[in-house]
């Protein structure tokens, strides 16, 4: 079966340096689950978007997926009052 290839926007590297490591640490391992199973559980998807959003904690992961591509873009994350 051929790989997923993670993207990341660059802005998230910004929302991770705002974000505590230990946290950071878990967020990071939640988006390589992804790679597994991108509509894994606790995966929900946005209304009128097409992209999807995962909850680590008090975190949300907000990502795309390209099917025909293989390809999950990763667009934002951030703590939940702020993230939509």
């Given at each position: 079966?051929?790989?997923?290839?993670?993207?990341?926007?660059?802005?998230?590297?910004?929302?991770?340096?705002?974000?505590?490591?230990?946290?950071?640490?878990?967020?990071?391992?939640?988006i390589?689950?992804?790679?597994?199973?991108?509509r894994?559980?606790?995966?929900l998807?946005?209304?009128?978007?097409?992209?999807?959003?995962?909850?680590?904690?008090?975190?949300?992961?907000?990502?795309?997926?390209?099917?025909?591509?293989?390809i999950?873009?990763?667009?934002?994350?951030?703590?939940?009052?702020?993230?939509?």
């Amino acid at each position: 079966m051929p790989s997923t290839l993670l993207v990341f926007k660059k802005s998230v590297a910004k929302d991770l340096r705002r974000i505590p490591k230990k946290d950071v640490r878990r967020i990071l391992r939640r988006i390589d689950a992804l790679c597994v199973d991108p509509r894994g559980e606790g995966c929900l998807k946005l209304s009128d978007q097409e992209k999807y959003r995962v909850r680590q904690g008090v975190y949300r992961i907000i990502y795309e997926i390209r099917d025909l591509q293989l390809i999950i873009q990763i667009i934002k994350v951030a703590h939940r009052s702020s993230v939509y």
